[in-house]
């Protein structure tokens, strides 16, 4: 039994009050689920079809093209070399780094007095020789005379003194070949410019002695313009010449884009040679293309960098894709009837971040940009772009 503080005994609850005490708390339960708000049905989600862009194709002829980049040089970069020795007298206003000459202009004087008393020498000893042939042709004469007058109608050589005119003879030529050196070294104490140009960098001024050989100057022709330019396996392969020796010339279209000032110029050059060498190093072959100065007021400076557009000959059935309408190396997608699928294409060339392809039908929809998610074999709605 037990009792409570006071020592009373306590009493018990009856036993249906806990019974009880449960089934309100259940069936209150039952009515909270029974009356909780319920979700209204909805109808099932339409697929989703993603849109992608595209570009129909048409055929057309076309040119497999190239860009790079080229640098402007000279034909002619020389180094200007003085012919005789001497100290040098004086230059010309021109003959200054930057400056530019016209073919012929006078650069430099080297001091003549020795050449002039060399060429002095040679003309006395011209004279000389010229008087011992005279002398020896006089004997000569005088003793066929005497051997006719002697009722002989052949003499021998000696007796002709034939030896003694040939011996002349040959001292006047070597007296003339000399006089004429004589003269040369002469005319070449004036440097002259070879071509129309302009001076690199001199190496000689007035008052130093050079000798026959030393560079006075560095000089680059500007009369004519030509632009290297170093092409790879692959853009070999794009404008098709592999055979380089069946590459006709002629054929080639060259375009030049260059910057003067602030405005853009676009410039006709025309292919002049093919290396048929490959660079061991870079595996790059060398092209060389010729621009006329007269074709436009103003032209690139040797040593700048221009931008060449080449094109081979046309190709018949091909189209200009977008970059990003290839999807592997030598596949694209198609998304003709609202499918995706893969076509294989034959790329051609690549330039300007577009691809020319052949392979493909008339108003078949390339795709050039689609979500990374959609694949092929899934529904698409294609959106045509401007090709």
Not at 38 to 45: H, V
Not at 183 to 208: H, K, M, W, Y
Request: overall charge negative; aromatic content about 4%; hydrophobic content about 40%.
């Amino acid at each position: 039994m037990l009792f409570d503080n006071h020592g009373r005994p306590k009493q018990r609850l009856p036993i249906w009050i806990p019974a009880l005490v449960c089934v309100l708390t259940l069936a209150l339960a039952a009515v909270i689920v029974a009356n909780r708000p319920r979700p209204e049905p909805t109808e099932p989600n339409a697929p989703v079809i993603p849109e992608i862009s595209v570009v129909e194709v048409r055929n057309a002829q076309a040119r497999p093209l190239v860009a790079t980049t080229g640098r402007v040089s000279s034909p002619h970069e020389i180094n200007l070399v003085s012919r005789v020795s001497g100290i040098i007298e004086s230059v010309a206003e021109i003959f200054r780094d930057g400056a530019s000459f016209s073919d012929g202009d006078l650069l430099m004087k080297i001091e003549d007095h020795d050449y002039l008393v060399a060429q002095s020498q040679s003309e006395a000893n011209l004279a000389s020789a010229l008087q011992q042939l005279a002398t020896e042709q006089g004997l000569s004469d005088q003793a066929q005379r005497e051997w006719r007058d002697l009722g002989n109608a052949e003499a021998n050589s000696l007796f002709l003194r034939e030896p003694q005119l040939n011996s002349a003879k040959a001292q006047v030529e070597a007296a003339r070949s000399s006089l004429e050196q004589a003269r040369l070294n002469l005319e070449r104490t004036e440097i002259r410019a070879p071509f129309i140009g302009v001076i690199s960098s001199r190496n000689a001024d007035v008052g130093q002695f050079i000798s026959a050989g030393t560079v006075i100057a560095q000089v680059h022709s500007t009369e004519a313009i030509q632009v290297k330019v170093s092409l790879t396996p692959n853009e070999i392969f794009d404008l098709g010449w592999q055979n380089r020796a069946s590459v006709e010339l002629d054929q080639i279209s060259v375009e030049v884009i260059y910057r003067t000032g602030s405005a853009s110029v676009v410039q006709q050059a025309e292919l002049r040679h093919i290396s048929p060498l490959i660079d061991p190093m870079t595996q790059m072959t060398e092209v060389t293309i010729d621009l006329s100065p007269e074709a436009v007021s103003s032209t690139p400076s040797p040593g700048q960098f221009v931008e060449v557009e080449l094109s081979s000959a046309p190709i018949e059935n091909a189209v200009w894709l977008p970059q990003s309408a290839l999807y592997e190396r030598d596949q694209i997608l198609l998304a003709n009837d609202n499918q995706l699928r893969i076509q294989r294409i034959n790329v051609v060339a690549s330039a300007n971040s577009q691809i020319l392809v052949s392979g493909l039908e008339d108003g078949d929809l390339a795709v050039v940009d689609r979500p990374l998610w959609v694949i092929p074999g899934q529904s698409v709605a294609p959106i045509p772009l401007e090709n």
